[in-house]
C-alpha cells in the first residue's frame, strides 16, 4: 500500500507520542519533530507508511539514546494479556469452531497498536475481544483460509504488536504448533513484538520464532534478511496481522492472508471496509 | 500564545482539508504538502500558531492561483447564520440580562471555524448555541465586561470568522453600534471574516468596518497596517473573538477581552479550561 496524504499528520503525531513518551528534554524533542518534517517532505509516497515509520522510530532512538522507549508498555500488555488468556482460551475450545473463534479473537488483539493510538486502557482491549465474537467476519475468506492451514504443511505467522502476540497462541494453537513458525520484527519500534515479546508472551515455547532482521514496524521485504525472506519464499501459507504488515504487503507478490482490526480511515479505505471492522483477506474468491 | 508541538500535526491537517476542498490535481497537493512540511520544518516555534497558518494558505492560494478557496463556504455559513437571527436576536432582548445573552450566543458562533474543523453542519451550529444559553461562563468576567464597555467610548471589535459575525451583531447591538467598530481580515484566509462578509451579514450597515491589512488567521500585530494599529492602540476597549485571535493577542502590551469556543486542546491547556467551554477573559481580577 503506498503512502496517503492522511497518513502525514498522523507520522507527526506518532512521532510527538513517542517522544511524549519518553520524556525528556524539549530541545531534543523539537529536534527530532524538526528532522521528521523533513524526513516527510522529502519522502517518497510510493513507499509504504512503516518505510517512513522506521526513519521516524530511527531518528528518536538516535536523539534519544533509548533503544527501546516502549519496554515498559510492552511488558504491561504482555501481562495483562497472559491474564485474559485462560478465559480466553475456554472460550476457544468449548466453541463448535475454535479455528474462527481463533481468527475473531487474534484479530481483536490487534487493538493493542500503540502505532494508531497513544494508549491503550484494559476496558477497551475488554471490550475489542467482547465486540470480535459477534463482529462481521467474512465468511468465505474463513473458508478459504480454513482450507489453505489444512493443507499447508509450514505456516509463517508475521505477528504485529506486543499482547496481542499472546491472543495469536490462541491461533496457532488450532493452526497446529507444529507447523506453524512466528516471526517478529529485527529490533524494537514502538510497540511491535520482538524475540523479547515471544518469550514473555509464551509464544517461544511453543513454536520456532524468526525475526525479520529489520527495524520497520511491518515488513519491507527489501529491508528483511536473507534468511527471514528464504522462509518467506518457501512459506506454503502466510498469515500477516495488523495494519503494518498489511500496509508492507498488500502488494507482494505471493498470496498472503492478512487478519486485523482496520483501526484508522487511510487502510480502511483502501481495504473497502468501515473503520473498527474484524479484517481477514486473502485466497482467491473464485 | 508560542506555537505548541501539538499544533504541527494540526497544520497539516488543514493544509490536506484545504487543498481537499478546492479539488484538483493530486501533483499540485501533493507539491503543497512537501512546501508545508518544509516550512513547518523551519519555523520559529516561538511565533503563533496563526503565523505558520499564514504561511500554509498563501502556499496553498500560491500554488492553486485559488485568491478565495472557501468563498462558497463563507457565503453558505453567513446565509445560514442570517436565518437564524431574527430568532436569536428575539431571545436576546426578551432576556433579563441581553449583554450576557448576547456574549454566550457571540461565543457559541465561534464555533463556525473551518480552521479546526473541516466542516460544520447546521445541526451543529444550532446545538452549539442551545448549549451556549446553559453552559458555564465565568460571571465574573461578564461583569468586568459590563463595566468596561459602560466605560469606554470606542470598542474595537476584532470579528473571527464568516457566519460568526452574523452571531456578533447581536452583541454589538448590545454595546451600541454607535461605538463599536468591527475589524475584518485584510484578505481572504480560511473562512475568516473579510469585508464581503461584514456586508453580507449587516454587519457593515451597523458600523464601521476596518481590516487588518493582514492575510494571518489572526491579528499579528506586526503583521498589520498602520492604519489598523492605530485604531487598535486607540481603542479604550478591545474585543477579540475566537481562537485566532487569542493566539496572536493573548501575550499583546494592551488589555483586551477575548471571546471565544475552546476547540482545541491547545488552547484549552493554554486557556486553562476543558475543551469546548465558552470563554471570556480579560480585565483585572482584583
Redesign the interface.
Known amino acids: 500500500m503506498r503512502t496517503y496524504?492522511?497518513c502525514?499528520?498522523?507520522f507527526?503525531?506518532q512521532a510527538?507520542d513517542a517522544?511524549r513518551r519518553m520524556g525528556g528534554d524539549e530541545a531534543v524533542?523539537?529536534k527530532v519533530?524538526?528532522?521528521v518534517?523533513?524526513a516527510?517532505?522529502?519522502m517518497d509516497?510510493g513507499r509504504s507508511p512503516p518505510a517512513m515509520g522506521q526513519v521516524i522510530h530511527r531518528l528518536i532512538r538516535e536523539a534519544t539514546g533509548d533503544a527501546d522507549p516502549y519496554r515498559e508498555a510492552k511488558e504491561r500488555l504482555n501481562r495483562l494479556a497472559l491474564d485474559l488468556y485462560p478465559g480466553l482460551r475456554r472460550r476457544v475450545v468449548e466453541d463448535s469452531d475454535p479455528l474462527a473463534v481463533a481468527l475473531r479473537l487474534a484479530a481483536a488483539g490487534n487493538v493493542i497498536d500503540l502505532g494508531v493510538k497513544s494508549g491503550i486502557a484494559e476496558a477497551e482491549i475488554a471490550g475489542a475481544i467482547g465486540d470480535s465474537l459477534s463482529a462481521p467476519l467474512d465468511g468465505g475468506a474463513v473458508e478459504r483460509f480454513r482450507r489453505a492451514a489444512d493443507l499447508a504443511e509450514n505456516i509463517l505467522y508475521i505477528g504485529d504488536n506486543a499482547g496481542e502476540i499472546v491472543l495469536d497462541r490462541l491461533l496457532v494453537e488450532q493452526l497446529g504448533a507444529g507447523k506453524v513458525t512466528f516471526a517478529v520484527r529485527g529490533a524494537p519500534v514502538i510497540n511491535d513484538v520482538t524475540v523479547a515479546d515471544a518469550e514473555a508472551s509464551g509464544m517461544a515455547e511453543m513454536v520456532e520464532v524468526i525475526d525479520s532482521g529489520s527495524d520497520a514496524p511491518g515488513t519491507i521485504l527489501e529491508d528483511c534478511s536473507d534468511a527471514f525472506r528464504e522462509r518467506f519464499a518457501g512459506a506454503a501459507l502466510v498469515l500477516a496481522k495488523g495494519q503494518g504488515n498489511y500496509e508492507t504487503l498488500s502488494d507482494a507478490d505471493k498470496p498472503v492472508f492478512f487478519l486485523l482490526k482496520a483501526k484508522c480511515p487511510v487502510i480502511a479505505r483502501d481495504i473497502g471496509c468501515p473503520v473498527g471492522s474484524l479484517v481477514l483477506q486473502g485466497g482467491s474468491e473464485e
Open positions: 496524504f492522511d502525514i499528520p498522523c507527526l503525531r510527538l517522544l524533542q523539537e519533530l524538526r528532522a518534517l523533513k516527510a517532505g522529502e509516497l
